[in-house]
Nanobody, 123 residues
């Protein structure tokens, strides 16, 4: 069974950090770009960052540049999103998704999606 399982969400104070994980089973992530997305209540899902396949380049939405880092661990077949200096307005459900080789700004082009993990930034 092909699936992505996310973990690492939770409650964090403003300025705090979290690391989200996206573990793949049934396929290898090596040949897939890993995109990270978030959706706040009442808002559309938006792209946050992406890392291309096979250790490729990364990109980030402007609002998270310098604070978020996405990377992958080949041995663990897992992608990660390290989030630092979190802000209350970044409270959302965060999702990972995969697309063959390259990143895309179109959500519909991603094949597999994780179940989502809640990130709440609040004091």
């Amino acid at each position: 069974q092909l699936q992505l399982v996310e973990s690492g969400g939770g409650l964090v104070q403003p300025g705090g950090s979290l690391r989200l994980s996206c573990a793949a089973s049934g396929f290898t992530l090596d040949y897939y770009a890993i995109g990270w997305f978030r959706q706040a209540p009442g808002k559309e899902r938006e792209g946050v960052s992406c890392i291309k396949a096979r250790g490729g380049s990364t990109n980030y939405v402007d609002s998270v540049k310098g604070r978020f880092t996405t990377f992958r661990d080949k041995a663990k077949n897992t992608g990660y999103l390290q989030m630092n200096s979190l802000k209350p307005q970044e409270t959302s459900v965060y999702y990972c998704a995969t697309r063959y080789m390259d990143c895309s700004s179109y959500l519909r082009e991603y094949d597999y999606w994780g179940q989502g993990t809640q990130v709440t930034v609040s004091s």
